[in-house]
């Protein structure tokens, strides 16, 4: 678990890092970016103990379990959403005290009629990317146990 967090953090720092110089003016912090890695590795950890209780069934026993990818999804997506919600919500006060310039770029271009703007939406990819990928790996090996009985 510890090389597996390790890559998942090294990858994010790269992702952020990157993805803040391309889709901003103002790039983030190679502190911020290691902070946001870090928290992720977080997520990563305790997103994937949500997972394992919420699949304990299907994972404990594989094939005993009959789930469609329907229900795996059913069972884990209001997790998810409010995992990778307070993942978003860290991220960004990481980015309003770590990387002030890119904090006053993305506070300067949202607006307070609560509609999507640019920046909003590259700071949601920036965020939410990586949090989908993990998830969809978690859905795919627990799909892929169901059919061990198979």
Known sequence: MPVILG???FAM???TKIMFEVLFWEGITVLGAFLI???FMGYIFAFSGVMAIIFLPINLNPGMVQADIVTIVGKSLIPFVVCAGLFG???RLII???SERLSNELARRYRWDWSLTESAVNFGIIIGVPCLIHYV???FSTYANRRKGD
Request: a neutral charge.
């Open 37 to 39: 890695s870090v928290v």
């Open 137 to 139: 790996m978690c859905i």
């Open 89 to 91: 919500v860290l991220s």
């Open 7 to 9: 890559v998942w953090g």
């Open 96 to 98: 309003l005290g770590f």
């Open 13 to 15: 720092f790269l992702w």
